[in-house]
């Protein structure tokens, strides 16, 4: 139902390498969100995507919302250490809670 | 401006003792939400207070949790009798306005607090 797939649970990339990661739902919906977390930190919203098709990006982040409306990705061009940390997609459900995917933990290697 | 601040940081309490935690929101922010972050896993809703609406409780696990949101402000997550399972990153967030109603310059994007610990012996 509610359930988002988020792969890969994990990337180990050497700097300056591209990244892309992705979200995938059995139902469709209107709003896909990408977060970053630090450790001992709250997410942070990265990216927000509300029309299907819609590019966006952030800096060297770009993330897509897919055209079937059930899937999402993000991609980060010219990784740096500080890219590191867990990347969560996340959708609006009822009301206004996010449902948030498990997450992709990006280690970036100098 | 001050973010969201949650208290403790860390807890370690045992099995069976109640415990509190604190969420202070973004001045302003009419909406506050309490999700939970087990171990390598994805956030989970717990609740959701807007304004003096009655607050969405579907998302707790069980009845030994409970929020109060006092004066639209500062928020309490209490967990009676506490179990090993309830171990977990508990955080909180705020939006300016609700998510998904008055999408107007990003004024429902959620900022989360850094998280309390709780750990359960």
């Known amino acids: 139902g509610q359930q988002l797939n988020q792969s890969p649970q994990s990337m180990f990339i050497q700097e300056g390498e591209d990244v892309s990661m992705n979200c995938t739902s059995s139902?469709?919906?209107?709003?896909w969100l990408w977060y970053k977390q630090d450790p001992g930190e709250g997410p942070v919203l990265l990216i927000a995507?509300?029309?299907?098709?819609e590019l966006t990006s952030n800096g060297r982040l770009t993330a897509q919302f897919g055209i079937t409306r059930k899937d999402s990705f993000l991609n980060i061009s010219a990784s740096i250490p500080s890219d590191v940390g867990i990347y969560f997609c996340?959708?609006?459900?009822?009301?206004?809670?996010?449902?948030f995917g498990e997450g992709t933990q990006l280690t970036v290697n100098p | 401006g001050a973010g969201v601040s949650q208290s403790p940081s860390n807890k370690v309490t045992e099995k069976g003792k109640d415990v509190e935690l604190r969420c202070d929101p973004i001045?302003?922010?009419?909406?506050l939400y309490w999700y939970r972050q087990s171990l390598g896993q994805g956030l989970e809703f717990l609740i959701y207070?807007?304004?003096?609406?009655?607050?969405?409780k579907s998302g707790l696990p069980s009845d030994r949790f409970s929020a109060e949101r006092t004066g639209g402000s500062v928020s309490t997550l209490t967990i009676q009798r506490t179990q090993q399972e309830d171990s977990a990153v508990y955080l909180c967030?705020?939006?300016?306005?609700?998510?998904?109603?008055?999408?107007?310059?990003?004024?429902?994007?959620?900022?989360f607090g850094p998280g309390t610990r709780l750990t359960v012996l």
């Open positions: 207070f807007q304004g003096n609406s009655a607050p969405d």
């Open positions: 995507l509300y029309k299907a098709g």
């Open positions: 001045s302003g922010h009419t909406a």
């Open positions: 996340a959708k609006e459900t009822s009301g206004s809670r996010l449902t």
């Open positions: 967030a705020s939006s300016l306005t609700p998510t998904a109603r008055f999408r107007l310059a990003g004024t429902d994007t959620q900022y």
């Open positions: 139902s469709i919906f209107n709003t």
